[in-house]
C-alpha cells in the first residue's frame, strides 16, 4: 500500500492476524474491563477508501466469513438480507411470553430498549447483504474466572434457590466471546469502508458485561452504559426470528428459547448453537 513505511504495514498485519486468532476462553475471562483500551493496545487497521468499490464487495465478504470461522464458529455464510426472518412474533415469544428472566434488567433487552416492528424491517431492508455464523459453546473444563458475580437476585426473587455460579460463569464467557466475535468483524468491515456495518447479537449484556454490579447503569436516572462493545438485543428488538434463520442456513433446530437462553436452560444443551449476524452493506 503506497504511502506506508514498512513498518507501520508490518503493524497493519499483525493487528490482522490478532483479530484473525481464535478467541479463546482467556481472550475475555477475567474481571470485566470498563476502560478503554490503552494506546498500543488499539488496533491498527490498513486503511481503506471510501465508498468502497463495488467489485471489493464479494472478495470482503469472503474476508469477514474467514474472520468469523478464524475465531472460533463451525459455520459462516453471506446472507442476503432478505432472507432474514423478521417476525413480530420474536419479540413476544422471545421476551414476554413467557417472560425472560433477563426482562427489563438492562437498557439493550425489552421492554426498556423497544423499536417498533416496521422500523425494525426497514432497519435491515436498508442493507443487502449481512455476514451469519454458528457458534458452538465453548468447552470449559473449570470453573473460569470472570470476576464478580452478583447475578442471584435474578433467580432467587422469584423464589427459586441461588442459580450455580459456575453455569454463570460458563455462560458469562460464551456471552463474551459472541461480543467479541461481533465486535471483530463489525470494526474489519467499518475500517474496510462500510461505515454502516452493525452487529445483531443475542443475549443478556447484563450477565456479560455488568455481573460485577448486577444492575444497569444505563436505565437508572442520569445513567448511561459503561461498554462501548453492547448492542440491542437482535430477537427481542430486531424482531429477528433466529429459529427460522438457522433452519434456512442448514444449521438445524435452534434451541427452545432461542438465541438467547442458555444451554443449561434447554431439552439438550449438545444439540445446543447460537447465530451471530452482521449486517455490511
Ligand atoms: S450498562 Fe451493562 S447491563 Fe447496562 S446496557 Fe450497558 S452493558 Fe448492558
Redesign the pocket.
Known sequence: MEGYSKEQLEEFERWRQQRHKRIEVADVAGPVRVAPAKMEETPRFEPATWPVPRHELSKNLAKYVGLALDMGAVDAKIVNTKDIPQDLRAYYVGCVIPSCRWLNS???CPTVRTFSFEHMKKFISEYDLAVAYKVLPPKIEEVPDVGPIQLDMYYTMGGAPAPDKAMLARNIIRLRILLEMARRIRAEAYYDGYLMAAPLTSGP??V???ADIRR????EKGGH???VD?QPNASGCAYVNFYALGKKLGWGELQVGGNCAFPEDTPDPASYYNIGLVLID
Request: hydrophobic residues 45%; positive net charge; proline residues 6%.
Open positions: 438492562n437498557a439493550n449484556c447484563l456479560a458485561k455488568c444497569c447503569p444505563a436505565i452504559c459503561r461498554f453492547v
